[in-house]
């Protein structure tokens, strides 16, 4: 399989879901259902980069990219995630251009950019190091666009070079617009199709979150250009299916209430 900055650029729809939770068997199962990516979240979790790794190595064993998600632009952190076996970062709250610079040089090898070299889990602790340097150029940068300030810089930062992906975030977006959650609100609507405008320039793939898990928005965020598709979130998918078993059995139980009771003279 084509690595998935490739899959991106040659236009594929690429749908990924967010881990949150320790338990790898989450990822396990997020890897064997199909999707294609699964992205772990260090910026609104108590995940530690321990656990990632963990993570990233069910992942790896499965075929499926595992992605960071930091929640800022750290070179010695993003050198350790790397080296544990990432397959790219999504890098959150991206503001200006600079961001980006600083997320490249930090993720590649000089002459490209200034990682320092280590042996640890992605090079095969010593005995794949030249082969995952071939590697690691595939290695997946994705920018977050979900806060107002951004909104101005749009161009320089879309256009950025080394940029794969870019994901509109949309509780933050709207959060910075002094509407959480709102999603619906004229101000809030504006500024995504304002993002989705400016990015259609540039090569970068699309990319949003489907918070819920809603099958009808795959189809509708992929008719409206988005490639890079995160499909809800772990503890969402269990909440929901959980909560919707518990009022069906609620519901059942309540039409056996409205039966006439059994005679139990007979």
Not at 228 to 250: E, H, P, Q, S
């Amino acid at each position: 399989m084509l690595p998935l900055a490739q899959r991106l650029a040659n236009g594929r729809c690429t749908v990924g879901t967010w881990i949150t939770l320790a338990d790898v068997a989450v990822t396990e199962i997020a890897a064997r259902s199909g999707l294609e990516w699964v992205a772990v979240d260090l910026e609104h979790t108590s995940l530690s980069d321990a656990h990632f790794e963990a993570h990233a190595r069910v992942a790896d064993l499965l075929g499926v990219p595992c992605l960071a998600r930091i929640p800022s632009v750290d070179s010695h952190r993003i050198k350790r995630l790397m080296d544990s076996g990432a397959k790219g970062l999504i890098i959150a709250n991206v503001t200006e251009r600079a961001q980006l610079d600083a997320a490249m040089r930090a993720m590649h090898y000089p002459p490209r950019g200034e990682r320092g070299v280590g042996l640890a889990r992605a090079q095969r602790y010593g005995t794949g190091f030249a082969e995952y340097v071939r590697q690691s150029n595939d290695a997946l940068l994705v920018a977050q666009i979900e806060h107002k300030e951004a909104l101005g810089n749009l161009s320089d930062i879309l256009s950025h070079p080394a940029l794969d992906a870019w994901m509109i975030g949309p509780y933050d977006l709207s959060a910075s617009l002094g509407y959480p959650g709102d999603f619906t609100h004229p101000d809030v609507t504006q500024a995504m199709d304002k993002i989705r405008a400016v990015g259609s320039n540039y090569r970068a793939s699309a990319g949003i979150h489907v918070v819920e898990p809603d099958l009808n928005q795959i189809k509708i965020r992929h008719d409206q250009g988005f490639r890079f598709i995160a499909y809800t979130v772990d503890f969402r998918v269990l909440d929901v299916n959980l909560r919707a078993g518990a009022k069906m059995a609620a519901t059942i139980e309540s039409n056996m209430d409205d039966l006439p009771a059994k005679d139990t003279n007979r």
